[in-house]
Structures are given as structure tokens and as C-alpha cells.
């Protein structure tokens, strides 16, 4: 009986031991788990001041920002099963396309992107989900289109294109609209906030049904409200540039620098 | 902007008359309204023909008239010639379709170029409104489990348009049921979401419509929700 009693506890000590012995190494094995299903690449390429970059992402980060080296830096973290890509220079532009090199894979891990590129580059840049980061470019053109969810925010922006759309996300614009230049923004659900010098001069087109649209120190006499206010036309200034703000279920929001 | 108003800019946009707003919108709609565009096209053919006559408008030469014409004054100097020759014959009653055909159409050139103008310009008319008729019989009622339904309170200016938007949503829509079943689950779902987003915008569009027909916020809202489900389709197609 009591050899039976040993016997229990002797079995019920193992037991004991080997869960703590799992507990112990289960941290470790995930962890080593999470090293292997991350991939970590970067590449650099020399680049001139008239640099384009061409970005098409399936999902993941992407973040954008500048820096005073002539030169690009790439730097992706991949998730598993981590997607192919080769980054191509042709000329003055370097071209990322994950959708064309992964296209019939079904199943792709996200690829988040950190580029850094002289300032006076524009950018292209296309993601079917996450959040898009651009900051401190002063080239002649920005795009960053997210086809579903994700943040966009643009910040330290001077370029005469501007393009931001996203279906669910937020918008955030901060910079400068150059003369002559032309900035579209519109979003699904977002808000879409859109932070400039106080003495910026456009023509604004901005609409939104759910009337959301402040325009603080921005609004003046000559603004047309239409649809009960569903929409607002009218200039800025003597209106050098045409800003066009659309969203179906959010807000518009004009601050001033 | 609609075709009605569209057609009644649209000889302003050639003349140059227009502010750089109006353009916009008025190039915007163009683009997308072939109707619009073939009034467009043809009102600039009348004014490209009429800037390159300068008014001077060389008539085609009608042998067979000008010998009519001849032959007839010859008879009438040669009966005259003949007293007599020529016996009086009982006088008949014309009826308009005798006064009609014998009427002489002599027309000064301006007004032959007036009259080909007029004529092109009832005829584009006839086939715009030729095309709406059958644009808004065929969407007429016309319910798609992929797009909203269009009804019979939406303006019938938005009938064509919503009609080739359905279509490119339809085919997009074919290409994502074929790849969809490659995709994670993630993917699906975010793709679900976000097309019931647009779909939100687009059925709180028609609703709109649906109480205030004429309203153009409404309108143009709709249009943008129904490009923007076509971009959203078309994007993830690609994967």
C-alpha cells in the first residue's frame, strides 16, 4: 500500500517536474519560434535627387522618410511565409512590387518597410492593408493609397501632388500646398485632418455627409455651402491650388502650422 | 454634374468661357458620359468646318439640276418663240405634294451650311435622347445581389453611368470570387469589411437620392462610393 503511495507520489513528482519543465522552455522555444518566422533584409542603392520610389505592398507598414544621404536604404521585416520581392532600379526610380512577384501565392506573410531616400524624391506607394508613414519629403509628388485599412499620415509634406486614400483609416496631412499644386485626400470611414501654414492659398472642394467639415481659420464669406452643408466649395487666398477632401463617414478638419 | 447641365455647358467649354472649376468637372464628366462626349465631339466638328470655311461655304456642284434648269429655260424661250405651238391646257389643281416637289430650292450657301449645322445638331439630339431611353429602360428595376438596386426614384441623369459602373463591378467581382479562395482569412475578412463600408456609402447615397432625387451632393457621393468599390475590387483582384 504504501510502495502504491510512493508509487503515486513518485509519479505525481514527475509529472510535476516535466510541466515545469515545459513551462520553462515553452517561452524559449516560441521565442526562437518568432527569430525563424522573421526575415530582416536591407539593401542600398545610390540614388540621385530626382529619385522615384515605386512601392506595391500586399500588407504591412510602410514607412517612408528622408535623409541627406544620396543614396536609398530599404529595410523590410518579413512575417511567414515571407514574401518574395527584388527591389529594381531602372534609371532614376527604384521600383518594390510584392503584389507582381507574389501574385497566385494566396497566403502571404506582411512585409513592413522602413525606406529612407534624399528628400527631394517622390514616392508611390500602394498597400492592400496597413498604415502608411511619410515624412519630410519635398519632392514633386507623394501617393499613398491604402485599398482597405490603415492610417495614413503624411508629415514635413512640399510637393505640387499630393494623393492619400484609404477606406477605413484615418488621414492625416501636415505641409505645405505649393502654387499651382493639386492634393486629394479621401477616405471611406476615416477622418481626415489637414494641418497647414496659416497663410496658404487654395480652392478647396471638401465633402462629407456626415457635415463634419471645420475649416477654423481657413473658412471665410466667400464659401459655398451646399447640401446643408454636406458640402463646402469656395478659396482660400487667391486659391493657387486645388484641394479636393472627400469622405463618406468621418470628418474633415483644417488646422493651421 | 449631370448630362442636362453638362449639354448646356458644353458649347461654353468650347468657346473657352468657362472657369477652371466648371472645366474640371465638366472634363470629369465627359470622360465618363459617352452621350455627353458625342454631343461634345460633334458640336466641335460644326465649329472646326465652320472656323475652317470662314463662312465661305463651296456648295457641290448638281449637274443634273443645273441641265434641268437649262433645258427648261430653253423650252419655255422656244414656246415663246412659236405663238401658238404650244396649246393651253386645262388647268389642274395643285395639292401641297405638287407645290412641295415643284418648289424650287434655291438656297444661298450660309444657309446651306445653317441647314447641315441644324441638321447634325436635331440629329445628336435625337440619339442622346434615343440613348436614355434605352439606358434607363434596360437598369430600369434592375436589382444585382453584387450592387445596389437601382430604382425608379434615382434621377434618370445617373441611369448610364450607374449602369457601366455596375458592369465594372460586376466583372471585378467575378475576378475576386476566383482568387478569393487563395487568400488567408485575414485577408477575406478585411476585404468583406471594407467593401461593406462602400457599400454603406453607396446604399446611404441612394437613400438620399431616394428622398431628394435632384440632389447633386448626393449624386456626386454616389458616384465616388461606386469608383471607389470598383478600385477596392479591381486592387484586391490583383492578389
Not at chain 2, 447641315?116 to 441638321?119: C, E, I, L, Q
Not at chain 2, 477596392?232 to 492578389?239: A, I, Q
Given at each position: 500500500?504504501?510502495?502504491?503511495?510512493?508509487?503515486?507520489?513518485?509519479?505525481?513528482s514527475?509529472?510535476?517536474?516535466?510541466?515545469?519543465?515545459?513551462?520553462?522552455?515553452?517561452?524559449?522555444l516560441?521565442?526562437?519560434?518568432?527569430?525563424?518566422a522573421?526575415?530582416?533584409?536591407?539593401?542600398?542603392?545610390?540614388?540621385?535627387?530626382?529619385?522615384?520610389?515605386e512601392?506595391?505592398?500586399?500588407?504591412?507598414?510602410?514607412?517612408?522618410?528622408?535623409?541627406?544621404?544620396?543614396e536609398?536604404?530599404?529595410?523590410a521585416?518579413?512575417?511567414?511565409?515571407a514574401?518574395?520581392?527584388?527591389p529594381?532600379q531602372?534609371?532614376?526610380?527604384?521600383?518594390?512590387d510584392?503584389?507582381?512577384?507574389?501574385?497566385?501565392?494566396?497566403?502571404?506573410?506582411?512585409?513592413?518597410?522602413k525606406?529612407?531616400l534624399?528628400?527631394?524624391?517622390?514616392?508611390?506607394?500602394?498597400?492592400?492593408?496597413?498604415?502608411?508613414?511619410?515624412?519630410?519629403?519635398?519632392?514633386?509628388?507623394?501617393?499613398?493609397?491604402?485599398?482597405?485599412?490603415?492610417?495614413?499620415?503624411l508629415?514635413?509634406?512640399?510637393?505640387s501632388?499630393?494623393e492619400?486614400?484609404?477606406?477605413?483609416?484615418?488621414?492625416?496631412?501636415?505641409?505645405?500646398?505649393?502654387?499651382?499644386?493639386?492634393?486629394?485626400?479621401?477616405?471611406?470611414?476615416?477622418?481626415?485632418?489637414?494641418?497647414?501654414?496659416?497663410?496658404?492659398?487654395?480652392h478647396?472642394?471638401a465633402?462629407?455627409?456626415?457635415?463634419?467639415?471645420?475649416?477654423s481659420?481657413?473658412?471665410?464669406?466667400?464659401?459655398?455651402?451646399?447640401g446643408?452643408?454636406?458640402?463646402?466649395?469656395g478659396?482660400?487666398g487667391?486659391?493657387?491650388?486645388?484641394?479636393?477632401?472627400?469622405t463618406?463617414?468621418?470628418?474633415?478638419?483644417?488646422?493651421?502650422? | 454634374?449631370?448630362?442636362?447641365?453638362c449639354?448646356?455647358?458644353?458649347?461654353?467649354?468650347?468657346?473657352?468661357?468657362?472657369?477652371?472649376?466648371?472645366?474640371l468637372?465638366l472634363n470629369t464628366?465627359?470622360?465618363q458620359c459617352?452621350?455627353?462626349?458625342e454631343?461634345?465631339?460633334?458640336?466641335?466638328?460644326?465649329?472646326?468646318f465652320?472656323?475652317?470655311?470662314?463662312?465661305?461655304?463651296a456648295?457641290s456642284?448638281?449637274?443634273r439640276?443645273?441641265?434641268?434648269r437649262?433645258?427648261?429655260?430653253?423650252?419655255?424661250?422656244?414656246?415663246?418663240?412659236?405663238?401658238?405651238?404650244?396649246k393651253?391646257?386645262?388647268?389642274?389643281?395643285?395639292?401641297?405634294?405638287?407645290?412641295?416637289?415643284?418648289r424650287?430650292?434655291?438656297?444661298?450657301?450660309?444657309?446651306?451650311?445653317?441647314s447641315?449645322?441644324?441638321?447634325a445638331?436635331?440629329?445628336?439630339?435625337l440619339?442622346?435622347?434615343?440613348?436614355?431611353?434605352?439606358?434607363?429602360?434596360?437598369?430600369?428595376?434592375?436589382?444585382?445581389?453584387?450592387?445596389?438596386a437601382v430604382?425608379?426614384?434615382t434621377?434618370a441623369?445617373?441611369?448610364?453611368r450607374?449602369?457601366q459602373?455596375?458592369?465594372?463591378?460586376n466583372?471585378?467581382?467575378?475576378?475576386?470570387?476566383t482568387?478569393?479562395?487563395?487568400?488567408?482569412s485575414?485577408?477575406?475578412?478585411?476585404?468583406?469589411?471594407?467593401?461593406?463600408?462602400?457599400?454603406?456609402?453607396?446604399n446611404?447615397?441612394?437613400?438620399?437620392?431616394?428622398?431628394?432625387?435632384?440632389?447633386?451632393?448626393?449624386?456626386?457621393?454616389?458616384?465616388?462610393?461606386?469608383?471607389?468599390?470598383?478600385a477596392?475590387?479591381?486592387?484586391?483582384?490583383?492578389?
Open positions: 500500500m504504501k510502495t502504491n503511495l510512493f508509487g503515486v507520489q513518485l509519479k505525481a514527475r509529472a510535476l517536474r516535466l510541466s515545469v519543465l515545459v513551462a520553462l522552455l515553452l517561452p524559449c516560441s521565442a526562437t519560434g518568432l527569430v525563424q522573421q526575415q530582416h533584409i536591407s539593401k542600398r542603392y545610390p540614388a540621385g535627387k530626382n529619385l522615384r520610389l512601392l506595391k505592398n500586399i500588407s504591412g507598414e510602410i514607412t517612408v522618410e528622408s535623409w541627406d544621404r544620396e536609398i536604404r530599404i529595410s521585416v518579413l512575417e511567414s511565409p514574401a518574395h520581392f527584388s529594381r531602372m534609371g532614376d526610380g527604384v521600383i518594390i510584392v503584389i507582381g512577384e507574389n501574385r497566385g501565392r494566396g497566403d502571404v506573410g506582411a512585409v513592413n518597410f525606406i529612407q534624399p528628400a527631394s524624391s517622390s514616392v508611390d506607394l500602394e498597400t492592400r492593408r496597413g498604415d502608411i508613414h511619410v515624412s519630410n519629403v519635398r519632392g514633386g509628388s507623394v501617393r499613398a493609397r491604402v485599398s482597405s485599412e490603415g492610417d495614413i499620415d508629415t514635413g509634406i512640399s510637393a501632388q499630393v492619400a486614400s484609404n477606406t477605413t483609416g484615418n488621414i492625416f496631412f501636415d505641409g505645405e500646398f505649393a502654387r499651382g499644386g493639386t492634393y486629394q485626400f479621401s477616405s471611406g470611414k476615416g477622418d481626415i485632418s489637414i494641418r497647414i501654414p496659416v497663410n496658404s492659398a487654395f478647396l472642394v465633402a462629407a455627409p456626415t457635415k463634419n467639415i471645420a475649416l481659420q481657413f473658412w471665410n464669406n466667400r464659401f459655398q455651402k451646399i446643408d452643408g454636406r458640402k463646402m466649395v478659396d482660400v487667391d486659391g493657387r491650388s486645388s484641394v479636393t477632401v472627400t463618406f463617414g468621418g470628418s474633415i478638419t483644417f488646422l493651421r502650422k | 454634374m449631370n448630362c442636362e447641365l449639354q448646356e455647358l458644353i458649347s461654353d467649354l468650347l468657346d473657352g468661357n468657362l472657369s477652371r472649376e466648371d472645366q468637372l464628366h465627359l470622360e459617352l452621350s455627353c462626349a454631343v461634345r465631339n460633334d458640336l466641335n466638328s460644326i465649329l472646326v465652320c472656323h475652317a470655311q470662314r463662312g465661305e461655304y456648295a456642284p448638281n449637274e439640276a443645273m441641265w434641268l437649262i433645258r427648261n429655260t430653253i423650252e419655255s424661250e422656244s414656246g415663246a418663240a412659236v405663238p401658238g405651238a404650244a393651253p391646257r386645262p388647268e389642274r389643281r395643285e395639292g401641297f405634294w405638287d407645290r412641295f416637289m415643284s424650287s430650292w434655291q438656297l444661298s450657301l450660309p444657309q446651306v451650311a445653317a447641315v449645322a441644324a441638321v445638331v436635331v440629329v445628336s439630339l440619339t442622346v435622347v434615343g440613348l436614355r431611353g434605352i439606358g434607363s429602360l434596360g437598369s430600369k428595376g434592375v436589382a444585382n445581389a453584387d450592387g445596389p430604382t425608379g426614384t434621377p441623369f445617373n441611369l448610364d450607374m449602369s459602373q455596375q458592369q465594372a463591378i466583372y471585378w467581382n467575378a475576378r475576386i470570387e482568387n478569393k479562395a487563395r487568400w488567408s485575414q485577408m477575406r475578412d478585411t476585404f468583406d469589411r471594407n467593401l461593406n463600408v462602400i457599400d454603406q456609402a453607396v446611404d447615397s441612394l437613400r438620399e437620392l431616394s428622398k431628394n432625387p435632384h440632389d447633386e451632393v448626393s449624386e456626386e457621393m454616389l458616384n465616388a462610393a461606386l469608383n471607389e468599390k470598383i477596392l475590387l479591381k486592387e484586391f483582384s490583383e492578389l
